[in-house]
């Protein structure tokens, strides 16, 4: 083998490594679960709306329309003073085309202060895709 060939050889084996640690860290956007979490974290930790929108259909995208409306002309950027967000699986309920999840966010300022959150979001499946259908909070 020449020196041109192991460089090759090599350099197709640390990109296979890489491709392969990229995918295992993303999300799997083709399971229920995937795409409730990605929509969790674009609507309750990244406060992104539109983001949200991306993977919502029926009155999960109303109530995202609605909240759009509601929060116009103010303005969620990276100099905005967000809350620190983290949650956990509390529930898991499937049927045929439709699981819900339970999650509970603890949501903590900036002073130090914090609260949880209960979420339900139920997601279904149009076709070969999961969307998120429906989403409420309590406390």
């Not at 956007?29 to 929509?39: D, K, N, R």
């Not at 967000?85 to 339970?102: A, C, D, I």
């Not at 914090?114 to 979420?119: G, H, I, L």
Request: with cysteine; net charge neutral; glycine share 8%.
């Amino acid at each position: 083998m020449t020196n041109t060939t192991n460089s090759r050889t090599a350099g197709l084996v640390v990109w296979l490594l890489w491709a392969v640690l990229i995918g295992a860290c993303g999300r799997d956007l083709g399971t229920a679960q995937g795409v409730v979490e990605e929509f969790v974290d674009q609507h309750y930790v990244r406060i992104d709306l539109p983001k949200a929108k991306e993977h919502a259909v029926s009155i999960a995208l109303e109530k995202l329309n609605e909240e759009i409306r509601l929060t116009a002309g103010q303005q969620i950027d990276a100099s905005t003073r967000k809350p620190k967000v983290n949650y956990r699986l509390l529930e898991k309920k499937e049927s045929v085309g439709r699981t819900s999840f339970l999650y509970e966010g603890t949501i903590q300022s900036e002073d130090g202060t914090s609260f949880t959150r209960k979420w339900l979001v139920t997601a279904r499946k149009e076709g070969a895709q999961w969307r998120v259908s429906n989403f409420t909070e309590s406390d």
